[in-house]
C-alpha cells in the first residue's frame, strides 16, 4: 500500500527536472541560468582566479569548458557544476541520488507549494458556504490542474525571481499563481482566494510531507527492497555453505555463510515495514491552529472538518491539534526509522568487510581499476566503505532532524524551516549508500576453499557439543575435561577422536560426536536460510502505508 492515496491527476514523471551533472545550466536548474547567476565563493589562497564557463552542446549533452583567468580581487566566480557543488550530492555521486531531487530539491518544494495552493482555491470553489469563490467550470478546473501538471523549471524561476522581490518564498508563490490566472477570464475574478486564511506553514508542512511521502515511494522504499533482496539472495544461495563463527573475534561454534546473510535480511526488513507504517501528518489550522481568521470571515462554516478533508484529500493524515507548525513527530520517527536501518546495514557492511578481510568473499575484477596509487596488487571493497561512510553522513543529518524538529518556542520559530531544507540531505546519502552497498554485493564471489580452510584449522570448536553430551549422560566434570583439553591448546581432529573414544557413553552417541566435524556442526543454520522467505515478509512491492 502506497503512503496516503495518490494525488489524483498529479503527473511528477511528466515534468521532472532530471539535471546532468556535466551541465546544470542547460537545464537551467534553480541556482543558475543560462544568462548569468553566478555564485561567489570566497578563496583564502593566492594567486585567485576567475572561471568563465563556456557551453558547448551537442544534441542534449552540453559540456562545460572552464577556463581560468587572473581574478582582480580575492572571489572567485563560477558557475554551479557537478565540479563546483558545495554538497558532493550534487556534484561527484549526482547520478546516483538524482531520483530524488524531484521531491527534495527547491524545485520540488515550490512545485508541492504550487500544488497545495491550487487545491485549496478548487476546495473552496467546492464550498456553498463560500460564494465569492462559485463552483469553477471544468474548463477553468483543467487550466489551474495544468499549472500543477506542467510544472516546470522554468515556471520555478519565475518563482524564485518573484521571490528576490517579495524576499518571502511562500508568498511568491501566491503572486506567481495570481499573475499566471489574472489572463483567465473566470478565475481571474477570485484571485484573491488564493492563499485563503493560510499562514505559510499551512501551505509548507503540506509541502514538505508530499515531498516525503512521494520520495519514500518512489525512490527510497524501491531501493531498499532491492537492498533487502540482494542480501536475501545470498541468504539461499549459500544456505548450506558452512562457516566458522567468531565470537569476540575468535572461533566459535560453526554456522553458515546464509545464515549470517539471512539475518540481516530479516533485521533490515523490520525496520523497512516499520517505515512503510509512518503515519505523514498534516494541518491547515491557520497562523495558531485555532481558524482565527477563517472564523471571523466564515463564522457558520465547520472549519476544522473542512480542514481535515482537505488534508486528507491529498493523501496525508490530519493532525487536529497543532500550533503554526504541524509538531514533526512522525518526522523524527520516520527518520529514527531510516537511521536505525541504516545502523543495521553499517552492521553488514562491516561483517562483509570483514569476511573480505578474511578472504572468504572475493571481488570481482574491472578492468582499469585501480585499488591503491602505490600497491598494485590491492582491490579494496570500497563499495562497502562507501556505504558506511554514507550511512553515518545521513545518520548524523537525520539525528539531528529528529531531535530538532519536534522543537519549537510557543507557537513557532523558524528554525525549523532552514533545517527542513536539508532533508534530502540525510536521504540523499542514506541512497547512496543503499546503491553502494547493492553495488558491492553484486561483485562477491564466495571463496569456498577460504571457508573450508578456517573450519579445518579449528577443531577446538567441537567442545560444545561434547561437553554437551556428556552432560546427558553423567559423564562428570565434562566441561572441565573439554577446557583442559582445548583451551589454549592446539586442537586436531586426532586429538579429538582419541577423547571421544575414550568416553563411558553409549555406542551410539560416540558414533554422532565421531560423525561429527566443524563442517557438519552446524545445528539448524541450512534450514534458518533456506526459510527466510516464509519467516519474513520480505520484499512484496508495499509502499508506505496510513
Request: hydrophobic share 40%; aromatic share 8%; with cysteine.
Amino acid at each position: 500500500m502506497e503512503l496516503g492515496a495518490s494525488i489524483k491527476g498529479l503527473n511528477l514523471n511528466a515534468t521532472t527536472p532530471y539535471l546532468t551533472p556535466l551541465n546544470h545550466i542547460q537545464s537551467r536548474n534553480l541556482y543558475s541560468n543560462r544568462a548569468s547567476s553566478y555564485t561567489s565563493f570566497r578563496a583564502n589562497r593566492r594567486p585567485v582566479w576567475t572561471a568563465s564557463v563556456k557551453e558547448n552542446i551537442r544534441a542534449t549533452e552540453s559540456v562545460s569548458v572552464v577556463k581560468m583567468v587572473p581574478a582582480a580581487d580575492n572571489s572567485l566566480d563560477v558557475e554551479l557544476s557537478s565540479l563546483t557543488a558545495l554538497c558532493p550530492l550534487d556534484g561527484r555521486y549526482w547520478a546516483k541520488v538524482k531520483d530524488l531531487a524531484p521531491f527534495m530539491s527547491e524545485f520540488g518544494l515550490i512545485k508541492y507549494r504550487v500544488l497545495v495552493e491550487i487545491r485549496w482555491l478548487l476546495k473552496l470553489s467546492q464550498m456553498s458556504q463560500v460564494p465569492e469563490v462559485p463552483s469553477f467550470s471544468g474548463e477553468a478546473e483543467s487550466y489551474l490542474e495544468n499549472i500543477i501538471n506542467q510544472f516546470n523549471i522554468n515556471d520555478a524561476l519565475e518563482v524564485k525571481k518573484i521571490e528576490r522581490v517579495t524576499n518571502h518564498d511562500v508568498k511568491a508563490v501566491e503572486y506567481f499563481l495570481k499573475q499566471r490566472c489574472q489572463s483567465h477570464l473566470e478565475i481571474s475574478k477570485v484571485l484573491e482566494f488564493f492563499h485563503f486564511a493560510c499562514t505559510s506553514e499551512d501551505i509548507n508542512n503540506l509541502a514538505h510531507a508530499l515531498m516525503l511521502k512521494e520520495a519514500l515511494n518512489n525512490v527510497i522504499l524501491p531501493v531498499m527492497d532491492k537492498l533487502i533482496a540482494a542480501i536475501c539472495d545470498m541468504a539461499t544461495a549459500n544456505a548450506s555453505i558452512p562457516m566458522l563463527s567468531r565470537t569476540h573475534g575468535q572461533p566459535a561454534s560453526p554456522t553458515t555463510l546464509g545464515k549470517e546473510m539471512a539475518i540481516f535480511a530479516y533485521r533490515l526488513s523490520r525496520e523497512r515495514k516499520e517505515l512503510a507504517q509512518v503515519e505523514i501528518l498534516g494541518k491547515f489550522a491557520g497562523a495558531v491552529g485555532n481558524y482565527n481568521a477563517h472564523l471571523v470571515a466564515y463564522p457558520d462554516v465547520n472549519w476544522p472538518q473542512i480542514a481535515e478533508d482537505f488534508v486528507t484529500s491529498l493523501g496525508i493524515s490530519f493532525n487536529p491539534y497543532v500550533t503554526q507548525i504541524e509538531p514533526h513527530d512522525y518526522m523524527a520517527r520516520l527518520f529514527n526509522t531510516i537511521i536505525q536501518f541504516n545502523n543495521i546495514l553499517v552492521d553488514f557492511d562491516r561483517d562483509v568487510w570483514g569476511y573480505i578481510s578474511l578472504g572468504h568473499f572475493k571481488q570481482t575484477l574491472k578492468a582499469g581499476e585501480i585499488g591503491s596509487s602505490t600497491m598494485p596488487h590491492k582491490v579494496n571493497p570500497i563499495d562497502f566503505e562507501n556505504s558506511e561512510g554514507n550511512c553515518g553522513i545521513a545518520n548524523g543529518d537525520l539525528s539531528h532532524l529528529s531531535t530538532k524538529l519536534p522543537i519549537s518556542r510557543w507557537q513557532r520559530d523558524l528554525t525549523d524551516s532552514t533545517v527542513l531544507r536539508n532533508m534530502g540531505v540525510g536521504l540523499g546519502h542514506s541512497l547512496l549508500a543503499y546503491k553502494s552497498a547493492i553495488q558491492g554485493i553484486s561483485k562477491l564471489q564466495v571463496n569456498e576453499a577460504s571457508l573450508t580452510a578456517d573450519l579445518d584449522q579449528s577443531w577446538e570448536v567441537l567442545a560444545e557439543p561434547i561437553q554437551t553430551v556428556m552432560r546427558r549422560y553423567g559423564v562428570p566434570e565434562p566441561y572441565e575435561k573439554l577446557k583442559e583439553l582445548t583451551r589454549g591448546r592446539t586442537v586436531t581432529k586426532e586429538n579429538i577422536k582419541k577423547f571421544i573414544e575414550g568416553l563411558d557413553i553409549p555406542i551410539e552417541a560416540k558414533t554422532i560426536l565421531l560423525d561429527l566435524t566443524p563442517h557438519t556442526y552446524v545445528g539448524a543454520a541450512v534450514e534458518l536460510a533456506k526459510n527466510l522467505d516464509t519467516v519474513t515478509n520480505l520484499v512484496n512491492g508495499a509502499k508506505v502505508i496510513l
